[in-house]
T-cell receptor, first 111, second 113 residues
Framework: SQQGEEDPQALSIQEGENATMNCSYK?????LQWYRQNSGRGLVHLIL?????REKHSGRLRVTLDTSKKSSSLLITASRAADTASYFC???????????FGAGTRLFVKA | DTAVSQTPKYLVTQMGNDKSIKCEQN?????MYWYKQDSKKFLKIMFS???????INETVPNRFSPKSPDKAHLNLHINSLELGDSAVYFC????????????FGSGTQLSVL
């Protein structure tokens, strides 16, 4: 069954703007991850946040986690055309054996 | 060197045929996976293996048979292919030691005609 649900399904912004994507999940988790997928490629890991963390930064990425609401957000600041991709949240509650992905947000950054 | 490599990248075949997809990782990881991504980009876990042993089988039809000859390899054999099997299949691996970041292969696009 699908664990994560991303919102919005698609997002179109201008270069330089910030992009925010949200993810909701259903069951308790050990960690939540965000991945990026460029067209025709495999997924690439962006950032992992553990269930006891509330916020994490990596470069232009900021991830928040609210376990009480079972939700997370990914903020990409100062977006670039190269950020155009699909972004997926993924959760794991088994210690590494079953990472479940949401349906993804398609981000399009216009130059 | 490619960390997780899968072959072939494209596979076009007729209904009813049997085909295999191979996956190899050179990261020294203990856990490997097969995921299926459909035309709507939804990514669904199929199998996970840890140290050559099957851990997760997500109600995949038994026409799909994974095989792990060693920790570095996880192959997927599909019998009697059906139209609905058309998708992109991704292999992935992880350490399984607490840092659960997945490393993905570039995918195998399977088209069943």
């Amino acid at each position: 069954s699908q664990q994560g649900e991303e919102d919005p399904q698609a997002l179109s912004i201008q270069e330089g703007e910030n992009a925010t994507m949200n993810c909701s999940y259903k069951t308790s988790i050990n960690n939540l991850q965000w991945y990026r997928q460029n067209s025709g490629r495999g997924l690439v890991h962006l950032i992992l946040i553990r269930s006891n963390e509330r916020e994490k930064h990596s470069g232009r990425l900021r991830v928040t986690l609210d376990t009480s609401k079972k939700s997370s957000s990914l903020l990409i600041t100062a977006s670039r055309a190269a950020d155009t991709a699909s972004y997926f949240c993924a959760t794991d509650s088994t210690g590494g054996f079953k990472t479940i992905f949401g349906a993804g947000t398609r981000l399009f950054v216009k130059a | 060197d490619t960390a997780v490599s899968q072959t072939p990248k494209y596979l076009v075949t007729q209904m009813g045929n049997d085909k295999s997809i191979k996956c190899e990782q050179n990261l020294g990881h203990d856990t490997m996976y097969w995921y299926k991504q459909d035309s709507k980009k939804f990514l669904k876990i199929m199998f996970s293996y840890n140290n050559k042993e099957l851990i997760i089988n997500e109600t995949v039809p038994n026409r799909f048979s994974p095989k792990s000859p060693d920790k570095a390899h996880l192959n997927l054999h599909i019998n009697s292919l059906e139209l609905g099997d058309s998708a992109v299949y991704f292999c992935a691996s992880t350490t399984g030691t607490g840092d659960e970041k997945l490393f993905f292969g570039s995918g195998t696009q399977l088209s069943v005609l």
